[in-house]
């Protein structure tokens, strides 16, 4: 049954996932909540981890997610789901787009699609600033100020942000490095 509800899940993800792995993020976060799959913290480790390995950050995700809830078969039916709509859709468009891509209504709805895809976007960067950034449960325990922020975590934000403008070396290369930095810290 868990394997039919993975599928049917990350299908609806899939079909409604408008603008690449990000935009997977709220429906992942609302997931995580109806079924208990995975946790928010645990999202956390699928984007590290949907990041460092090839392939698309939704799919490396659904597999991720997957496995997470039901081992390798759940991995391949998470991400057969949420692959499925688009290969559907794709089929479909490239038939007709051509044909109208001209078309004003087409183009107003490229228009009015961008700005939801940035919403999307920027609620999926907010949920992982929340658990990467803040301390929410230790700030409601104590409600103290200082609590609420992981200052260590805020200042590895910074200084990678600052050297990815400056330096311009493969995202990989800081990924590999803040990986090793969180297990020499945390060691």
Known sequence: ??????????????????????ATL??????????????TAQIADMIAVSE?????????MATFAGFNSA???GGIIATLGIVTPSVI???????ILQKFINNKYVQAAFTGLRPAVCALITIA???????????????EQTSNLTDLFLLTNIAYFFILLILMFK????PIIFIALSAVLGIFVRF
């Not at 960067?125 to 700030?139: A, G």
Request: aromatic share 18%; net charge negative.
């Open 71 to 73: 081992g390798i078969l």
């Open 52 to 60: 460092i390995t090839p392939g698309p950050l939704g799919i490396n």
């Open 26 to 39: 709220p429906f992942l976060y609302q997931l995580s909540f109806q079924t208990g799959w995975f946790d």
């Open 89 to 95: 859709i794709i089929i479909i468009v490239a038939g």
């Open 1 to 22: 049954m868990i394997y039919l509800l993975l599928y049917i899940e990350f299908f609806k993800i899939g079909l409604f996932a408008v603008g690449g792995g990000l």
């Open 125 to 139: 960067v907010w949920e992982i600033v929340k658990v990467s950034v803040f301390d929410f449960p230790l700030y």
């Open 167 to 170: 330096i311009k070396l493969h």
